[in-house]
């Protein structure tokens, strides 16, 4: 994918929040109690595509992390006819970038182009901007991630670098784009 994305106008989220997007879905807090949910999400072949996920990780080790989040760390679920469809979280970073979030999302692949990304997305940007005073939200996506950095766009993320050979995915090395959001109105150099 050309690096012209990062020239690409970038549109504001949708009026009337996440929960508007789609009948049913409910964005709720990540609870201990999800941890198979999510972990048979993150063996979903797309979902494994598109993040850094390894194929085989003992449930165990998610019992573990989800018992024991990180207090900078803001979990969300996309729950749709009871079921967990999408995952997403903000982790606040510390120290002299503590006015930055890394951001990480799942949504499972029966579910892709139906609002959930949206309705994650708009979720973790309302907690960065109103909640957590967040000035600048990060994530990385593969280049070949075209959805993706459609929705991230979408939202105000904007291309800020290519990473290259970032990963060991499907038997190839594959680039990544490094993007970021800047709180509106809000400047490095105020």
């Not at 979902?47 to 003992?58: C, D, E, F, Q, S």
């Not at 760390?73 to 890394?102: K, P």
């Not at 990060?138 to 990473?163: H, M, P, S, W």
């Amino acid at each position: 994918m050309p690096n012209s994305l990062a020239d690409t106008k970038t549109a504001e989220p949708p009026p009337g929040g996440p929960l508007t997007l789609l009948a049913g879905l409910t964005i709720r807090a990540r609870e201990p109690s999800d941890w198979q949910e999510i972990s048979a999400l993150t063996e979903l072949p797309k979902v494994r595509w598109g993040t850094l996920r390894l194929p085989y990780t003992r449930k165990e080790q998610w019992r573990k992390w989800m018992e024991n989040p990180s207090e900078n760390r803001t979990g969300i679920v996309a729950v749709l006819e009871g079921r967990i469809v999408g995952s997403a979280d903000i982790h606040q970073y510390e120290g002299r970038r503590r006015h930055v979030g890394g951001v990480g999302m799942s949504v499972h692949d029966d579910f892709h182009r139906r609002g959930i990304g949206s309705a994650l997305t708009a979720a973790l940007v309302d907690v960065a901007d109103n909640w957590l005073d967040l000035k600048r939200l990060e994530l990385t996506v593969y280049v070949d991630n075209e959805a993706a950095i459609r929705l991230y766009q979408k939202f105000g993320f904007e291309v800020e670098g290519t990473c290259r050979g970032y990963a060991f995915r499907d038997g190839q090395y594959v680039d990544s784009f490094a993007m970021a959001r800047l709180r509106p109105g809000w400047s490095a150099r105020q």
